[in-house]
């Protein structure tokens, strides 16, 4: 799926999506929003429920209701914060490609945690929020509870691939395209007509939070931190995670190739539950929603 709308942006497609700016940003059911102090930005969440908490980060392109199938009945056991990465929506959105590095954006979920009160949290990543998840881990063990991760390999495992896998080659051409691609000429809007939505009015949210977002920001997230050619498998030594893991992996995601799951227990000092799902794309957490969601709750105990 990911192949066909990065061809349609890079094929000059994308035109200007008009959204419904009235459109309400929280719906009810799932929690209400706030905002966390991180260094010169604020870091815009929403909240649902009491108890340990969780915290959710998006990929590209999406925002925080990317985990709109899951907070609800995680909510009944734990304070669901589902976060607006930097660039995104109602977050901050500073320029420069240098603002847009791991650290930082492992800072911004450092700063929601603190601002929150909690000591630690059980964290929850998918795609780029996937890669900031597994870094916050390896950054800040005695900030990390578990870790659950939907869609993204270990970055040990995506580069030894990106180096010696020609197939994860040719399907990385996207990153290798957004790292070139000039933001002037994107309307982030656009992004959200290559989603897939289950109903009208998903459509109509993502057009909403994309006119709000920044297409710099979002693509300075390849520019920054996605590995140029030539590929490499080195990598400077990352630490352990030393917490318990559950990766979710669509086995049809043709972006990321399930060969980069092989040899995740070499980085985990811990449990490590893998799933894999037969027919789920990258978006594996709205594909089998039902599924990732029950997982989880048993995963952790519910």
């Known amino acids: 799926m990911r192949a066909v709308w990065v061809m349609a942006l890079w094929a000059g497609l994308c035109g200007w999506a008009q ?13 209400t929003e706030g905002f966390a102090p991180s260094g010169e930005i604020k870091i815009h969440y929403v909240s649902k429920g009491e108890g340990p908490l969780l915290v959710m980060i998006h990929g590209f392109p999406d925002y925080w209701y990317s985990w709109r199938y899951q907070m609800p009945e995680l909510a009944k056991h734990f304070r669901v914060v589902a976060v607006d990465q930097r660039g995104y929506n109602q977050s901050g959105q500073p320029t420069g490609v240098e603002n847009y590095t791991v650290e930082k954006l492992v800072g911004d979920v450092v700063a929601v945690v603190k601002h929150l009160g909690a000591d630690k949290s059980i964290i929850c990543g998918h795609d780029w929020g996937g890669m900031v998840a ?3 881990a390896m950054q800040h063990p005695e900030m990390t509870d578990r870790l659950i991760i939907c869609n993204l390999p270990h970055p040990r495992g995506l580069f030894r691939e990106l180096a010696n896998n020609p197939e994860q080659q040719k399907n990385s051409a ?3 395209n957004f790292q070139k691609q000039d933001p002037s000429q994107v309307n982030p809007a656009s992004y959200a007509l290559f989603l897939k939505y289950k109903d009208p009015e998903e459509r109509k949210r993502y057009l909403a939070a994309f006119k709000r977002s920044s297409a710099e920001g979002m693509l300075n997230y390849y520019k920054a931190n996605y590995p140029k050619e030539p590929y490499s498998d080195a990598l400077p030594d990352l630490p352990q995670v030393r917490c318990p893991v559950l990766m979710f992996h669509g086995l049809a995601d043709t972006a990321l190739l399930p060969g980069a799951l092989s040899g995740t227990w070499n980085w985990v000092d811990n449990e490590l539950t893998i799933v894999t799902l037969p027919g789920a794309s990258h978006w594996v957490h709205w594909d089998k929603s039902d599924v990732v969601t029950q997982k989880m709750l048993s995963w952790l105990g519910h």
């Not at 959204?19 to 929690?31: K, Q």
């Open 19 to 31: 959204g419904d700016e009235s459109i309400e940003e929280v719906p009810a059911e799932l929690g």
């Open 134 to 136: 597994w870094s916050f």
């Open 174 to 176: 996207y990153a290798r």
